[in-house]
């Protein structure tokens, strides 16, 4: 039998980054070594002819200023006019995920989902993104009332999480 080593357990009181959660659909730019470039949603590669809310038909648009992206996967989300909660958008925006890589030297077609937090992790901090949002609104469309939730990026576990402002239940009782 081959020896499985038992990971190392990441501490729950590290960095934290608290994003605007985004009701869009996912989106994968992604640029291989050899200049590849493919575009995805969550589940799968889609293409022009096979797309994902007019997300696949944008990225090849765009080709030649979201190869800036360099190397890699680039996720973000697809929202907008049409998609979702729509925002109060007369247009479709692309928005990457990772705030700490693109907050600057991004590609114009590019956005980036609002950060709301970093700092050590704390529920009550959460509680109160969320309720800041419910109460002010959407930071990625400013004006829009309705705004999703948040995601909670945990730094040390390399792992993220999501609440939304109307889940199961309100913001001011237990995160479960």
């Known amino acids: 039998m081959e020896f499985v080593k038992f990971d190392k357990i990441a501490r729950l009181s ?13 989106g994968l ?7 590849e470039f493919q575009v995805g949603s969550r589940n799968q590669w889609i293409t022009p002819e096979k797309d994902n809310a007019g997300f696949a038909r944008w990225a ?9 992206l360099g190397v890699g996967f680039h996720y973000g989300e697809w929202w907008g006019q049409g998609i ?18 693109w907050s600057e030297n991004r590609p114009a077609c590019c956005c980036v989902v609002p ?8 529920t009550a901090v959460i509680v109160e993104e969320l309720e800041k949002l419910r109460r002010d609104g959407s930071k990625a469309a400013p004006g829009f009332m309705n705004p999703e939730g948040v995601v909670i990026y945990h730094t040390a576990g390399n792992l993220y999480f999501k609440k ?4 199961d239940e309100s913001p001011k009782s237990t995160l479960a």
């Open 164 to 167: 939304t402002i109307f889940g």
């Open 14 to 26: 590290r960095t934290i980054v608290i994003t605007e959660k985004i009701d869009g659909t996912n």
């Open 29 to 35: 730019i992604a640029i291989g070594e050899d200049g």
């Open 60 to 68: 090849y648009a765009h080709k030649d200023e979201l190869m800036g």
């Open 115 to 122: 950060t709301l937090y970093v700092g050590k992790f704390d």
């Open 84 to 101: 979702q909660r729509n925002y109060g958008l007369k247009e479709k925006r692309f928005s990457l995920f990772n705030v700490s890589r």
